[in-house]
């Protein structure tokens, strides 16, 4: 019922940025909030950043605090992630996410109800 693309990834050197751009389509109307999840080679699917629809609120991860900025056009149902000072830790599958229904958690996978399929954020030293 929700369909989320992810665009934006690619490969870049250290120090770089990046901007990806999630598009929601489908039955986003009524959503809660949009996450941004990473996933590393032979890592578990990790929290980055999070936003809700109606007021911006934000939350991030401590490893990409002050680097990394999740923002939303309500208007064109996408969320942004700008990613700053991007570091070799930082290279995985970028993934964003929907959670349609209110709750206080917001950091684990299972909070989120729809992803999309990932877009590559590569970057070298």
């Known amino acids: 019922q929700v369909q989320l693309v992810e665009s934006g990834g690619g490969l870049v050197q250290a120090g770089g940025s990046l901007r990806l751009s999630c598009a929601a389509s489908g039955r986003t109307v009524g959503s809660y909030a949009m996450g941004w999840f990473r996933q590393a080679p032979g890592k578990e699917r990790v929290f980055v950043a999070s936003i809700r629809w109606s007021d911006g609120s934000t939350n991030y991860a401590d490893s990409v605090k002050g680097r990394f900025t999740i923002s939303r056009d309500n208007a064109k149902n996408t969320v942004y992630l700008q990613l700053n000072g991007l570091k070799p830790e930082d290279t995985a599958v970028y993934y964003c996410?929907?959670?349609?229904?209110?709750?206080?958690?917001?950091?684990?996978?299972?909070?989120?109800?729809?992803w999309g399929q990932g877009t590559q954020v590569t970057v070298s030293s």
């Open positions: 996410a929907c959670r349609v229904i209110y709750s206080v958690g917001y950091y684990s996978p299972y909070d989120y109800d729809y």
